[in-house]
């Protein structure tokens, strides 16, 4: 070692390197701590200083002479004093001449290069990389731009207005924030001032061809909970509609809805409390209220005076203090009809439903789920006589039926919803809405599901007598009193039906009392109307078991008021090819039988004698 040669010393990265082994000059080892004024980046590491070649670099590291040996190292180390405090400032370079460049790159060292190069650019690297530039391309395309965050519309704040001091201007950088929790396409808002504002839309016809059905877009729904307490003829069928725009904003009474005391057939009709209200009141069991948010319209009808009106009207709505919203994203339809009167149901939802019914069912649904709050789960699990014919008929097939709670804080809403006119064809007033083909298919897939004993037309119940030996003769009656209900009801019908049987002329009929026929279950109640030849009875809402009955039935009402029922209707008993005959109070004594006829002892009671009793089974059987 030559000790008159001072070589300065060089801390190589953050590694020690031995400079005589280069098949361990790349691995690092771990710094001691050298303090702030120590440079950790700095890297002498070959291949990033130079890029020169592994086996190149090896070669010039072996010249012993041109780098010192770590003895030589450690002996200086011994010799020589070095101030921290100047440590950088003082290292240099190793002294060592640099090889030419046709030492480093001769031509076989460059032939060795072009040939590597060649190898990286073999057929399947190409491959690999042509994969990995195509993916790049893919998700840069197909990636969905992100949606602009929520909006809080209570307060819109404008990009030049001033912030005062002490308020809080927010600009979101990077994504969308939620103000909303989102499943199975239901978002849950818990805060009405973070929710996007609504614009709601509609109605418009659900089918150009067909009436009674609308849609509407980004409204809410509202039960109103006076009706259920109505003294005449209470109702699970109206519904409030929230209908968002800033049209009305400055009236007052835009929450309010219209009173139910006018018949509303038509959205765009002029009825009397629109006086008093200030804004259209929207169609039978759908009154419409206006607002321009959610919380608009919770606060308008908490005013004392909004809510004194509606108390007035008798169209208290229900949630009152809202501070939650569920809104729909998929399409649903609102289901709503009476279910205190199953006949009023039959005739104000279904005669209107049917035609769209045949449609959907030919194609396909608008709408994936529906939401009833005239009956909790209407088509899911419920009994209710209305709600099991609908869910025999696969009214809705497989569309979901919504759950709901029932509380004053959660108002829903929707994104596409589809209203099922109210009322629309009661009256069958609209020629060829439900036609005979229709009509009757809804029947012969009842009649299938609930397995009825009787096939529905006269020339099927032939052929199925012949085939097994049997005839026509005889006749069953079906006979209802209403006796244990406290409405109108016939007070001696058991006494008048037992001297009836003695006759001689009635021992090919067979007369059947039916005690009470909120005891039967939905099945038995269609089949007792399926076995009956005539049907008999006081006016009330079991008659909808009518849609039950053969062609060709007879069908008597009987009572004090003149009144014909739903299934009284003409164009009803043509659907059936059936007839109907309403008995009502006598004009004068008929002791005689010359009429049929009831002895009216009130409003509601009544009694027929056995005269007037034998012309009615009389007309009867002659049909």
Not at 91 to 120: A, C, H, T, W
Not at 353 to 359: A, E, K, N, Q, V
Request: charged share 25%.
């Amino acid at each position: 070692m030559d000790s008159g040669r001072n070589i300065p010393l060089r801390r190589q990265s953050s590694s020690i390197i031995s400079p005589t082994n280069s098949a361990v000059s790349n691995i690092p080892v771990e710094d001691d701590d050298y303090g702030e004024d120590f440079d950790l980046s700095v890297s002498f590491h070959k291949r990033k200083q130079s890029g020169i070649p592994l086996e190149i670099a090896g070669g010039i590291g072996t010249s012993a002479s041109k780098e010192p040996s770590l003895e030589q190292i450690a002996d200086e180390e011994e010799g020589v004093a070095i101030q921290s405090s100047s440590r950088m400032s003082s290292f240099s370079p190793p002294v060592s001449p640099m090889p030419e460049f046709e030492e480093l790159f001769s031509e076989d060292n460059r032939r060795l290069r072009y040939f590597n190069s060649i190898k990286f650019l073999s057929t399947r690297n190409i491959i690999i990389l042509a994969f990995i530039t195509v993916l790049a391309i893919f998700m840069t395309i197909h990636t969905p731009p992100e949606p602009d965050p929520a909006l809080d519309v209570s307060r819109p704040v404008e990009a030049d207005a001033p912030t005062e001091d002490g308020e809080s201007h927010f600009e979101g950088v990077g994504g969308p924030l939620q103000f909303y929790t989102e499943v199975n396409h239901v978002r849950y808002y818990k805060s009405l001032d973070k929710m996007e504002e609504m614009k709601s839309e509609g109605p418009r016809p659900a089918d150009r061809e067909l009436g009674g059905m609308h849609v509407f877009e980004n409204v809410c729904l509202t039960n109103n909970i006076d009706a259920i307490s109505y003294e005449n003829n209470p109702t699970t069928s109206l519904r409030g509609l929230i209908y968002f725009t800033r049209d009305q904003e400055n009236n007052s009474q835009r929450c309010v809805p219209c009173s139910n005391s006018e018949d509303m057939d038509n959205w765009d009709g002029t009825y009397e409390d629109e006086k008093a209200v200030n804004h259209k009141c929207g169609m039978n069991g759908l009154h419409t209220m206006y607002a321009t948010s959610a919380g608009d319209w919770s606060n308008c009808i908490m005013e004392e005076e909004n809510n004194q009106m509606m108390k007035t009207f008798g169209q208290t709505q229900s949630p009152t203090n809202v501070t939650s919203v569920h809104f729909f994203q998929a399409p649903t339809f609102l289901l709503q009809f009476n279910a205190f009167d199953m006949e009023s149901a039959l005739f104000d939802m279904l005669m209107t439903y049917l035609p769209f019914w045949r449609t959907f069912e030919k194609n396909d649904f608008p709408f994936d789920s529906l939401i009833s709050h005239s009956v909790k789960g209407c088509v899911s699990h419920s009994r209710h006589p209305f709600c099991e014919l609908l869910h025999q008929m696969a009214a809705f097939w497989e569309v979901q039926d919504l759950p709901w709670e029932s509380n004053e804080n959660t108002l829903y809403c929707y994104k596409t919803l589809y209203v099922n006119q109210e009322g629309y064809n009661r009256n069958l007033e609209h020629d060829g809405h439900v036609t005979k083909e229709v009509f009757g298919r809804l029947r012969e897939i009842l009649f299938n599901s609930f397995g009825l004993p009787r096939r529905r037309t006269v020339e099927d119940r032939e052929k199925d007598a012949k085939i097994e030996g049997q005839d026509l003769l005889g006749t069953k009656i079906i006979l209802y009193d209403k006796k244990s209900k406290d409405e109108t009801y016939w007070t001696d019908m058991e006494a008048v039906v037992t001297q009836a049987k003695s006759l001689e002329k009635y021992q090919d009929v067979t007369f059947v009392v039916v005690e009470e026929f909120d005891d039967l279950s939905v099945a038995q109640q269609a089949r007792t109307f399926n076995e009956a030849d005539a049907v008999v009875m006081v006016h009330g809402q079991h008659v909808a078991n009518a849609i039950y009955a053969v062609d060709g039935t007879s069908f008597v009402g009987v009572g004090c008021f003149e009144t014909v029922p739903l299934v009284g209707n003409t164009k009803f008993m043509e659907l059936m090819d059936s007839s109907y005959r309403h008995v009502s109070k006598c004009q004068e004594d008929n002791e005689d039988g010359s009429e049929a006829c009831v002895v009216c002892q009130d409003d509601n009671r009544f009694t027929i004698t056995l005269p007037a009793f034998e012309k009615m089974i009389d007309d009867v059987i002659a049909k």
